[in-house]
């Protein structure tokens, strides 16, 4: 009984294994197509990450990575945090920079002017890690070419920048802040 079990244990072993090693056509592996499942991966990825600046921190047009929270925030308001991937990947700091909260962005959601995480990143042209590398905020702007899954942002860089970049995004690469609470657009708007 024992050993009929071994045996069904390694075979189950070696079909997995076989199963997960990929497609192989001569030497070369098959390029895969884009693989919906890394995305549920991927977000529970994010659900579990901070983003921490590693460029131009404390300032809106800051760049951010993943990263974890390893303590904080002290009495003054300082976090410290790790960086999980980026080109700070390992790196410690102490900041008050720091997103803990985000989810992605349903377009019922988006509204003008509300501050917004994005990244560059297309599925279908980059390998799985380097969407995860670079973030900024942006401001969202036009919400017209919304049926086709595209956001137009602006990047603001300080409270006089009225004349701001805009860049249009598909809404997968737009991600909602929901902690802190209190990001808003830099620039002051007389109503």
Known sequence: MKKSFLLLAVLCGAIFLGACSGNKKGDAYEEEPYNRSKK???????RYSA???FMYEDKFYAYYALGKKIS???NKGW???????????GQIIKTKDIILKTRPAEGYELKKGL???VNHWNPKTQDENSRTDMWRKGVVYNLDKLS???VMLEFPHDRNDFMATKEVYRL??????????????PRI???
């Open 172 to 185: 997968d690469n737009i991600r909602l802040i929901l902690e802190p609470a209190n990001v808003r657009d």
């Open 115 to 117: 501050v917004v995480l």
């Open 79 to 89: 976090y410290e945090a790790e960086f999980k991937n980026g080109p700070k990947e």
């Open 40 to 46: 549920a991966s991927y977000e529970n990825q994010m």
């Open 189 to 191: 708007f007389l109503d």
């Open 72 to 74: 904080g925030p002290d």
């Open 51 to 53: 983003f921490i600046p």
């Open 148 to 150: 086709e899954d595209k």
